[in-house]
Nanobody, 119 residues
Framework: QVQLVESGGGLVQPGGSLRLSCAAS????????IAWYRQAPGKERELVAA???????NYADSMKGRCTISRDSTKNTVYLQMNSLKPEDTAVYYC?????????????WGQGTQVTVSS
């Protein structure tokens, strides 16, 4: 099993920046990919960015150029640096891990952290 704890959300003005953190624990070695998703009220959960254990990254078109996903393996933590934030970025941001149990790929979620972009 893998456990995820997000932090770093809050209220920020338009144009501002935030850095979210996702701390992983448990069977870290089984993790294949860690991603950030977000869900705004009344909308479906959507991918923001993802990073694999090999370091490959993937970004949603809406966030390209405005966010960077990175990891610190020594701290078992993945970060999402978001810049030039817009009101439409307001959402609950969730950390997701895809990890192997045997040969099967499982998914785990954190509890989420609220990001509100407002003046």
């Amino acid at each position: 099993q893998v456990q995820l704890v997000e932090s770093g959300g809050g209220l920020v003005q338009p144009g501002g920046s935030l850095r979210l953190s996702c701390a992983a624990s448990g069977k870290i070695s089984s993790i294949n990919t860690i991603a950030w998703y977000r869900q705004a009220p009344g909308k479906e959960r959507e991918l923001v960015a993802a990073i694999t254990t090999a370091g490959s990254t993937n970004y949603a078109d809406s966030m390209k150029g405005r966010c960077t996903i990175s990891r610190d393996s020594t701290k078992n933590t993945v970060y999402l640096q978001m810049n030039s934030l817009k009101p439409e970025d307001t959402a609950v941001y969730y950390c997701n891990a895809q990890y192997f149990v045997g040969i099967r790929l499982h998914a785990g979620w954190g509890q989420g952290t609220q990001v509100t972009v407002s003046s």
